[in-house]
């Protein structure tokens, strides 16, 4: 005897879905479309051609002909394990942001002006609402660092992720000028670097940050008064979303005449680590750490993981969300026109060429053979660049 066709009516007359019965929605799939189609339309300029649902996001490049020798630039990266917290608390609306900040933030490293960014959520199960927030917050982000949301992808993946699950990523492109790029080669022996504050842990290092959490008892719904950020309960603290830094910077770099030589943006691995990672090779930096004192968020968890904050140097950002390397005689103008944009700026360092201290640098990394940096002294106990 034959099997019925695949959408063949069953026993009863009522058609059978074999894709909905393998447990994916593509009904609710287009409805999260529906949900988001407005926030995302609101990161469109004209160079957006087509709209939103097409197989491929469209964008003009003609602008590009003003360019000498238009470089692009791009950056992919995801949020980590803090969506494991949206999730636990069912608050999806911050995330986005997070995803932008990580994405589009590192395009600005080299100087380059974002043009446009494609998301892409992995999911157990689509519930509508759900995508819609996450991806709200992504043209949100979109919108603040003058990004276009040109495309993306929700995909449902039943019996390999669970129901409530998901995991975010993203890719930007950007421009920038051939003879404009930041880097390592502009660096100058002299050069101050300025600290830009974080605006809590931004996105990193949230697998120490849920087990010190889980080890101590403590419920994202309870009170949270202590983390200094905010919020009222743990779990809402800790989604404090990632400062997005694009705009300013690339204020400050188009306001400089040159001033700015390298920028690092301190996500994985630490201030040292992507300190190093901007600095030529015959050069070392002496981040002073009695700059700044980090922010509660950073010592109670210390604290509750039995942890000294200089153990957590190479996961956590204590604080500093991006460092700049300026010119020493515009590294005043510098920090004022970024205090002025909202972002508490100091000085944390020097740039020194020659035969460096003794004892331990990180040199490098991300397969990056950089300059030599270290934390030294001890942390302030209360904040006066803040």
Wanted: glycine share 14%; proline share 4%; aromatic share 6%.
């Amino acid at each position: 005897m034959a099997s019925p066709a695949p959408d063949a009516p069953a026993a009863g007359g009522t058609p059978v879905n074999p894709y909905a019965a393998a447990g994916v929605d593509t009904a609710a799939g287009d409805l999260a479309v529906e949900l988001m189609k407005s926030a995302v339309r609101k990161t469109h300029g004209p160079e957006v051609l087509g709209g939103v649902g097409g197989f491929a996001g469209l964008f003009d490049a003609s602008a590009l002909r003003s360019y000498d020798k238009p470089l692009l630039a791009t950056s992919t990266d995801g949020v980590g394990t803090k969506v494991a917290i949206a999730q636990a608390i069912d608050k999806h609306d911050t995330i986005g942001l997070d995803l932008v900040g990580m994405v589009v933030d590192d395009i600005v490293v080299v100087g380059a002006k974002p043009l446009f960014m494609t998301d892409y959520i992995a999911c157990g199960k689509v519930f509508p609402q759900r995508i819609a927030d996450i991806v709200r917050g992504i043209a949100a982000g979109c919108h603040e660092t003058g990004t276009a949301l040109v495309g993306g992808e929700t995909a449902e993946h039943p019996g390999l992720l669970g129901v409530n699950d998901y995991d975010v990523a993203g890719a930007a492109t950007g421009v920038v000028e051939g003879d404009a790029v930041l880097g390592a080669d502009r660096v100058r022996d002299g050069d101050v670097i300025l600290a830009l504050a974080s605006s809590g842990l931004h996105s990193n290092g949230y697998s120490l940050v849920r087990h010190i959490v889980a080890g101590a008892g403590i419920q994202y719904g309870d009170r949270a008064a202590d983390l200094g950020v905010n919020g009222t309960t743990w779990g809402e603290a800790l989604l404090e979303p990632t400062r997005l830094y694009t705009q300013p910077l690339l204020r400050l770099i188009d306001q400089s005449n040159g001033a700015v030589h390298a920028l690092s943006h301190v996500t994985g691995g630490g201030i040292a680590a992507n300190l190093a990672r901007v600095l030529p090779q015959d050069v070392w930096v002496e981040v002073d750490r009695s700059t700044w004192s980090p922010p509660p968020v950073f010592r109670v968890l210390a604290d509750l993981g039995d942890l000294d904050l200089e153990s957590t140097e190479g996961t956590w950002n204590l604080g500093i969300g991006f460092l700049a390397v300026v010119a020493a005689d515009q590294a005043e103008a510098a920090a004022s026109a970024l205090i002025g944009e909202g972002i508490a700026t100091w000085q944390v360092g020097v740039v020194h060429s020659g035969t460096r201290p003794a004892g331990e640098f990180e040199q490098g990394a991300k397969g990056v053979d950089g300059g030599a940096v270290r934390l030294v002294g001890a942390y302030a106990e209360t904040n006066g660049a803040k």
